[in-house]
């Protein structure tokens, strides 16, 4: 064979290798389509799916949080109130048509509502009488008003207090006890009425807590005294400090 005859049967291997290659790209491009395809259709359908499980989730909760049909008729010049309220029924209400005193109430129940932690009412005055320790089963070894609590122990006890200066003056205490746990109170009078009471939870044997209350306005100058008393209203301790401006 010459050297002609060798280049053309070179060259025609050449393109049958060209066209086979051009099938094998072909098929895997298409292959490669159909999963492309494959995969966005099985997401396209899990998105469907999870879309339609959340409009349907809705429309239960949309469905269970309607409430019950109500029949109200209005009288006229009429102030009872009947309500009855049976299984499977109607509820049928008859209200008043008198405004002016439900929205009394409301005004009422919205002044009871205090910042204060379980705020007494002024009338209650103090109590006075003082258990000896050895009728009871804790004992208050340390109780003192102090500036700041640092590592749990009081610095500066003092007793007298700027509201400008230091409006969270700390009532801080030692206690044993035996009997575990229990709940003490911090009983806050102002000028010889009770203004708050701050529940203390006592979980050791040996335990250093405090509390505070702020008092930043007028109002709260004058004299005050922190009684503590265990969960029998029993009073353990008493300490009295004042407040200036």
């Not at 159909?34 to 809705?58: D, E, T, W, Y």
């Not at 102030?79 to 008198?98: D, E, G, Q, Y």
């Not at 109430?105 to 103090?126: C, D, G, R, S, Y």
Request: hydrophobic share 35%; net charge positive.
């Amino acid at each position: 064979m010459n050297k002609n005859k060798i280049d053309e049967n070179d060259l025609k291997i050449i393109k049958k290798i060209d066209i086979i290659r051009e099938r094998i790209v072909k098929k895997s491009q298409k292959y490669l389509l159909i999963n492309r395809v494959k995969k966005i259709s099985l997401f396209f359908s899990l998105f469907i799916a999870a879309l339609f499980i959340i409009i349907v989730s809705q429309n239960r909760k949309k469905h269970t949080a309607k409430p019950a049909n109500y029949n109200i008729p209005i009288p006229d010049n009429k102030t009872t109130l009947n309500a009855s309220i049976k299984a499977n029924r109607h509820v049928n209400i008859n209200l008043t048509n008198n405004t002016s005193e439900i929205s009394q109430k409301k005004e009422h129940i919205l002044k009871t509502i205090v910042n204060e932690p379980k705020t007494i009412e002024p009338e209650q005055a103090e109590k006075t009488d003082i258990l000896p320790e050895s009728n009871l089963d804790i004992t208050i070894t340390e109780c003192m008003p102090c500036q700041k609590v640092v590592s749990r122990k009081c610095i500066n006890e003092q007793y007298i207090f700027s509201i400008k200066d230091n409006p969270k003056p700390l009532r801080w205490m030692t206690v044993k006890t035996s009997n575990l746990p229990q709940t003490v109170k911090h009983i806050y009078y102002h000028k010889g009425n009770i203004y708050c009471e701050v529940p203390l939870v006592i979980r050791y044997t040996r335990m250093r807590t405090w509390s505070y209350v702020t008092m930043e306005n007028p109002s709260h100058l004058g004299n005050w005294k922190v009684q503590v008393v265990n969960d029998r209203d029993q009073i353990l301790k008493e300490i009295d400090f004042v407040m200036i401006p």
